[in-house]
Every structure is written in C-alpha cells, then in structure tokens.
C-alpha cells in the first residue's frame, strides 16, 4: 500500500532533479498513481475542500494583515477601512470571515464521515487523533481571529472563552491574568491573538501534512468499510479522484460564492457592527455558530467547573473513540442498528447547536441538559455495548465484490 | 590493562554525555521562562491607577458604572427597602458565604454589613462598591434585574441580589468589593 512509484522519469532534467531530491517521484506516488479504493463517494471530496479553504483563509488573511491594525484603538476602523477604502477589501474581508463558516461546514461532514464509514478505526487510529487535534487548532484559531475586528461580540466572546480558565482550581486566574497581559481583555490580549492568529493556520498546514502521510501509510478506508485487498479493489488517484475532488471542490465554492457575495453577515452577528464597550455586555451573546454544540454543554451544566470540564470533554472524547466503538465492522451500512444510533446523534448535535443559541434558560435549558447526556451516553454507553449486541449484515470479501457482485469479482 | 582503560574511558563519556545533556536540558528550561513570563502583566499595566468617586450626587436608588483598571465597577446609591432584604437574608441561604471584600480579611463573612466596609473599617450601608464582573465568565451584570432586586447577568442567568451576593445560577462567587476607602463622608478612592 505503500504507493512508492517506480516511474522513471523520460525527461533528462526531471530525472538528474529526481536522482537528487526525489520530489518529483513522490508527487508521483502519492498524488498520480496513488492506488485509491474504486468505491469512493462524495462524502470523500471533503478533504480536498478543507485543503482548498485552509489555502483561502490563508491568501486572504495574509492580504487583510497588510490594511489591519492591531490595536484597540484601530482595530475595528482599520476593519471598516478595509471595507469602505482598501480595493476589494470587502471582498477579501467577506471571503475570510465566511471562509472561517465554511471551513467548518466541510469539517464537520469531514468528520461525520468519519463517524459513519468507521474510519477511525485500526489502523488509521493516529491519523484520526491528528484529525482531532485539527479540529481544536481550528476552533482555536477561529476564536483568536473572530477577536481581531474588535467589535461587542468580538469582546465579549473573548472575555466568556478566556474566562473558562479561571474555573481551575487554586491557579485558575493566575492563568487568566497571564492570557489577557492585564486585569481585563484589553490591548495585550488583542495583540497576542493577532500574533497567535497569524500563527495557528501554518500550524495546521504543518499537521494537514502528518494527516495525510499518515492516511497515505494506511490508504484510504471506503464506504464498505473493507480494506484493498488487491489491485483490482483501487484506482489511480489520478484521474479518477483528481477530478472527481476538483468538480465537489466548485460546487462548494460556488455555494461559498453565494454567501460572499449575495448575503455575507448571515452567518454573523449584527452586534458585532457596534465597536467593543467593556463596560457594557450585550444582552444576547452567542457565539459562532460553529461553537454553539460546545457553548450549550456549557452552559448545561449549573457548576462553572463543572461546565467548563463537560465542554472540553466531549472534544477529549473523540481521541479514544478507536477504543470505545467494540465493533469490528466499519461501515455502517453493515450495521443496522448503529446506523440508528448514528442519524440520533447527529439530530442530538444540531439539538445542542439550536439550544446553543437560545438564552439558557426554561425548556431550552432542559434540553441541552438532556442532548449533552445522550452525548456522553453515545460514546460511553451506546457504542462499548453496540459491539456485543449488534449482529451485523454480511460483508462482502473484497471491494471490487461489493461494487461488481459477486460473479464478476 | 586494556580492559581497565576501556572501562575509565566509558565511564568519562558517560560522564560528559549526561553533563551536556544536564546542562542542555537545564539551560533550555531556564531560557523558555522569559518566553512564558513576558505575557503576563507588564509594568505599564502593574502601575496600579486609582480613582476618586464623589457620590453625593448619586441619588437613592440610582447607581453608575465608572471604569478602574480597565475594569467596570458598579457605585449604587441603595434604596431602604434594597438594604433591609439585604440584611435580614440568614448567611445559610447564600451559596457564597464570604464576604470576598478586599478591604477585609479573606474570610470574612458575606453579611451585608461587611459588603459595604472600606479599607478603614467605615461602614456607610448606602453605598455599595463593587466590581461589575460576574464571577462566572466575566460579563457585566444588568442592574435593578434579577430574583433578589440586584443584579442579573444575561449571559449564562446568574442573579445576585441587593448586596451583589450569589444567589442562583451558574457563577461561583459572590461580586468582588475592589480596595476603597472614604476620604470624606462622600467622596471614596478605588485603588
Ligand atoms: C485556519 C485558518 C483561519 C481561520 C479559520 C480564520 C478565521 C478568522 C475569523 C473567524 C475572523 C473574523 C472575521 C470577521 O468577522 O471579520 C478572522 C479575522 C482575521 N484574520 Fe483569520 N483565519 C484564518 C487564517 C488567517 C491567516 C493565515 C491570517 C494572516 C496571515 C489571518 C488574518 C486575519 C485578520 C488580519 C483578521 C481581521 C480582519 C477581519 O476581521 O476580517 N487569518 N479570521
Ligand atoms: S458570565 Fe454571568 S452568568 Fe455566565
């Protein structure tokens, strides 16, 4: 599985380069002929996608670094200076805040698929660990950015996340203080989040590359769940895959498009118009809502440590995953029964998303108390026990036997 | 002979091999400090300002917000009625029961006596200082709101009531009373 080519180069000059960095040889091997699974779906375009938003988030956010002012006194003018005078500066501002929205819709379904295909299971139990620490870089590189404009929700969204630290016993405020450089978010916190921020999206290019060397050592997992048992099971990546990624890839883009250019603030919040008051919280503030999920665990829980460690938890959940689904059946579509468990967890997250939204209090309340529970259940109760219960539907012996049937395999 | 030699010879490598890497690992340590230390608050942000609050023209019932240290810190003016449920609240019924008053010692008690006692031990019941942060994540509460005629924090529900003492929700503690004392019979210095 390994894919190294044993192409040999025609062109003089790409081979003497190849003899003495075998670069050429390794695209070749890993991204032409790169021996993929024939029964790949769409659900499998969305890594491309990622690959595609992270290059656009970082080519805008290297632009708008150029017209942006780090400073609580400039950062929310610089913003609308960026808006009203800089050329195309609405444009890039508008591509980058909604790339941010997008780069999560993708990781999500990324990660969904996962959930579904089994794919987290052995072998490929590091590349979806570093597929988790992707997850938080990411959610931690949106808060620090969703700082910079310095407008009320920028604000207070920094004050409520930093703030979680101080739940810590005993250093928990000595470790706020040192976050903020000051008694209050004021301008060192601003000016570390532009460092970090700038930071964090080549860190994730860093570990997007461990993600696929690592997915690149085990191959790609399929929608049957199966592994390449021979040639006859896979496809070259090129064509086959090249294009098929590329066509999903301006689908996303176009729909990206749309947002950008015919409502850009929908998936933002208006109150973040209004420059940063810290003498005056908003009465409403929510989070992205790529955060919601996580923002009504915490507020679920009446105990501020107590929130603060459920929230973390169910992120901290996902890396022993591997080892708590007992089944050794991937794919769910030869699993009945998790196949049910499954669709109730993903109506369970969008449940905690809306909740997330609502002002915590009443029967909104009660419900994210109840979906955060059936959360942890899922994962520590649900899946342990699916294993030995479940009897799963008949597999079939290779993959070129579940995509032809099994006279032609 | 050559055994003994070999064996010298060992022993003055490993020596220097866990030197070096003694001191490789130590010197690293000691240079990431400076790298951890210079985020934590600077000398231009230690320079602790102070600020004089004249309440004479507070009136009964009305209250501010003023800014210290970048902080916001709330000045209400009480009304009778504010300080009397204040006072006949039993100390069982809070879920913080200390005072978390600067000016007193840290375990002091959260009567509402000692939620209205500068750093000179002067107690003027009308006036509550304190400071305008909820203890659970840091959002500024919304005056005259909440179950107990205080305040109430919109972000997460925390009520506190006419002595900014937790009394339901979410936050922990009870507001903090930042160091004040009266210079006059009106005139108070935060800081
Ligand atoms: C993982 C990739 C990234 C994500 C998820 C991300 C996310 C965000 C978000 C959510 C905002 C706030 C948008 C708004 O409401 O205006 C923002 C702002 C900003 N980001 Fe990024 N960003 C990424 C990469 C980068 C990079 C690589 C740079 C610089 C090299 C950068 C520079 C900026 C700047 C200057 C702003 C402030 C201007 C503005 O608000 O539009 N970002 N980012
Ligand atoms: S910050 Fe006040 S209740 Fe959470």
Redesign the pocket.
């Known amino acids: 599985m390994s894919g190294h080519s044993t192409y040999e180069f025609k062109n003089p000059i790409a081979r003497w380069v190849d003899e003495r960095l075998p670069i050429l040889s390794v695209v070749r091997g890993q991204l032409v002929d790169f021996p993929t699974p024939r029964n790949l779906n769409y659900w499998w375009t969305f890594g491309g996608i990622l690959a595609t938003m992270?290059v656009i988030?970082?080519l805008?956010?290297?632009v708008?670094?150029m017209h942006?002012t780090p400073h609580t006194s400039m950062a929310f003018d610089s913003?609308e200076h960026?808006m009203r005078d800089v050329n195309w500066g609405w444009l890039l501002?508008w591509m980058?805040?909604n790339?941010?929205s997008f780069?999560f819709i993708a990781v999500y379904i990324h990660i969904f698929r996962g959930l579904y295909y089994g794919s987290y299971k052995a072998p490929r139990e590091i590349l979806w660990m570093i597929g988790v620490i992707i997850f938080i870089a990411?959610m931690a590189?949106?808060f620090m950015?969703?700082v910079?404009?310095w407008g009320q929700m920028?604000y207070w969204g920094a004050v409520v996340i930093t703030n979680l630290f101080s739940a810590i016993p005993v250093v928990g405020d000595q470790i706020v203080q040192w976050l903020w450089g000051g008694f209050s978010v004021a301008n060192p916190t601003l000016q570390r989040f532009?460092s970090l921020?700038?930071l964090?999206?080549?860190v994730?290019a860093a570990l997007v590359f461990l993600h696929v060397w690592a997915l690149h050592v085990t191959g790609n997992n399929n929608p049957d769940g199966i592994e390449v048992k021979s040639e006859q099971d896979t496809l070259p990546f090129h064509p086959y895959y090249t294009m098929k990624d590329l066509f999903a890839i301006l689908v996303f883009l176009m729909v990206y498009a749309a947002f950008v250019f015919y409502s850009p603030w929908y998936l933002?919040h208006s109150i973040?118009f209004a420059p940063a008051n810290p003498l005056s919280t908003p009465a409403h503030i929510v989070p992205?809502w790529y955060f919601l999920p996580f923002y009504a665990m915490l507020r679920a829980i009446p105990d501020k440590l107590g929130g603060v460690i459920v929230m973390f938890s169910s992120l901290i959940i996902l890396f022993f995953l591997p080892w708590l689904d007992t089944s050794k059946v991937k794919s769910l579509k030869y699993r009945p029964l998790a196949r049910q468990f499954f669709w109730l967890l993903v109506i369970v997250c969008l449940v905690l998303g809306i909740a997330g939204a609502q002002p915590a209090q009443g029967a909104w309340l009660l419900v994210a108390r109840l979906a955060t529970a059936w959360y942890f259940i899922h994962f520590l109760v649900i899946l342990p026990l699916l294993g030995f219960i479940e009897k799963p539907k008949p597999i079939p012996a290779s993959i070129s036997e579940a995509v032809l049937g099994k006279a032609k395999a | 002979m050559t055994t003994k030699v070999e064996n010298a010879d060992v022993s003055r490598r490993d020596f220097l091999y866990i030197a070096t890497g003694a001191v490789g690992a130590v010197g690293t340590a000691l240079a990431i400090w400076p790298f951890i230390d210079q985020m934590n608050p600077d000398a231009s942000v230690l320079a602790l300002a102070s600020t004089e609050f004249d309440l004479a023209p507070l009136e009964e019932g009305q209250g501010v917000t003023i800014k210290w240290r970048g902080k916001p810190v709330f000045i209400r003016h009480r009304t009778p009625k504010e300080i009397e449920e204040a006072k006949k609240t039993p100390l069982a019924e809070l879920k913080d029961p200390i005072a978390r008053n600067l000016n007193l010692p840290p375990d002091a008690e959260a009567t509402d006596e000692n939620r209205v006692k500068d750093a000179n031990g002067k107690v003027n019941e009308k006036y509550l200082v304190q400071i305008g942060i909820c203890t659970h994540l840091g959002c500024v509460p919304l005056g005259e709101q909440g179950d107990y005629d205080g305040w109430f924090c919109p972000c997460h529900g925390s009520h506190y009531d006419s002595a900014g003492r937790i009394r339901k929700g979410p936050a922990p503690r009870n507001l903090d009373i930042p160091p004040y004392k009266y210079t006059s019979d009106t005139v108070i210095v935060i800081g």
């Open positions: 992270l988030q970082i805008t956010g290297i708008l670094v942006f913003v960026i501002r980058h805040a790339g941010a780069f990411m590189t949106a950015g969703y910079l404009p920028s532009f921020h700038y964090l999206p080549f994730l933002g973040n992205e």
